[in-house]
């Protein structure tokens, strides 16, 4: 093995064997994804796409005809255990999709989203969100990962790509009017480490209004990102982590702002927000039982740790000594996370591989 290659598996169960699927990681180098990593990621989320239960709905039920099932409710969006992990699992099938073209089971997947992402389910899923008491269903983290689906489709040249874009198009749509609705009334972020959570909606809302050139749009994110975060000073990250988070606030908080500012004033806004690291955010977070739906929350806290510390790194200043702490900081939480993405519990397999995908995509 060459120097300076460390490699590191994600472990399988198949009945009760487990084998390894490799990530590389070289010095010089961003982590990278090999296509059996890959197979093994998109068969989480093929697996659970379209399986109904178990079902987490959220929904709030207005008379008789609302107790319907979950696929009646959502027939685009109706696996994967609750709408947003069925969200993102779309979208981490479409990312892999792009990059291993080849992979196994690829037609099997086209075919998958092409049922769930029909015309009419989204329309059914837009007629949902209209209907008295919905108007706030999954805000804001599913209508993040909604955007972010949409962001993949539009980067892909491919014929069936536009033909899910095209039909996913009136739900991001809504969901857009639906935000920049809401932002204005919204008079404070919220800052927690689970779904509400405002940075990481407006970082995935500006990643989507960059490409598609929405001005209108991106003007109300950035007034509002700097309306709640600009003048956040010495952040008290060494609270975190809360004990189901997936999401750093402090860290989603630092990697919306670079989207918003030019270098020179982001290293300023750094300096004044995150003085100093605290290394309870620079280690790993512990996870002691990944069958239980909320503690596992926590391997999806060092994958998104990960992202985030990349996306900070690559806006500080080579000299800013932060910037070596979170990329070491960053592979650190990459290895920990890996091999507990197929844990043989569905209370992680069902999401924690999109969150992988992202965090390799970073």
């Known amino acids: 093995m060459k120097k300076g290659i460390v490699l590191l598996g ?89 990059i291993f073209p080849e992979m196994k089971d690829a037609e099997a997947i086209k075919q998958a989203i092409d049922q769930n992402m029909s015309a009419q389910n989204i329309l059914d899923e837009v007629a949902y969100m209209n209907e008295p008491l919905h108007s706030s269903y999954e805000r804001t983290y599913g209508w993040a990962w909604i955007f972010q689906l949409a962001n993949e489709l539009e980067t892909w040249d491919n014929p069936q790509a536009k033909k899910w874009l095209a039909n996913l198009q009136p739900l991001v749509d809504q969901l857009k009017t639906n935000l920049m609705a809401y932002l204005p009334k919204q008079t404070y972020p919220i800052r927690t480490g689970v779904h509400p959570n405002t940075a990481f909606a407006l970082g995935f809302a500006i990643d989507y209004a960059d490409l598609v050139g929405d001005t209108a749009f991106k003007n109300v994110l950035v007034k509002r990102s700097k309306d709640y975060y600009l003048a956040d000073k010495n952040y008290p990250a060494y609270l975190e982590p809360n004990g189901t988070d997936f999401f750093s606030p402090s860290l989603l908080e630092a990697d919306l702002m670079h989207r918003i500012m030019n270098d020179q004033e982001y290293n300023t806004w750094m300096e004044n927000y995150m003085p100093q690291i605290p290394e309870n955010i620079l280690n790993p977070a512990i996870v002691s039982d990944r069958s239980d739906l909320s503690l596992v929350h926590l391997d999806g806290l060092n994958l998104s740790r990960a992202w985030c510390m990349m996306g900070i790194a690559n806006h500080l200043n080579d000299n800013n000594p932060q910037k070596k702490q979170l990329q070491e900081a960053a592979e650190r939480h990459l290895k920990d996370a890996l091999p507990n993405i197929a844990s043989g519990n569905y209370s992680g397999e069902h999401w924690l591989a999109s969150f992988a995908v992202y965090a390799l995509s970073r």
């Open 10 to 98: 994600i472990l399988i169960m198949t009945t009760n064997i487990w084998a390894q699927e490799m990530y590389i990681f070289n010095e010089n180098e961003k982590p990278q994804l090999t296509q059996a990593g890959a197979e093994h990621l998109a068969s989480l989320a093929f697996h659970c796409i379209q399986t109904e239960y178990p079902n987490k709905l959220g929904h709030v039920i207005t008379d008789a005809t609302q107790v319907r099932t979950p696929m009646d409710l959502h027939p685009a969006f109706y696996g994967c255990f609750d709408w947003h992990s069925s969200v993102h699992g779309h979208w981490m099938l479409v990312k892999l999709l792009k």
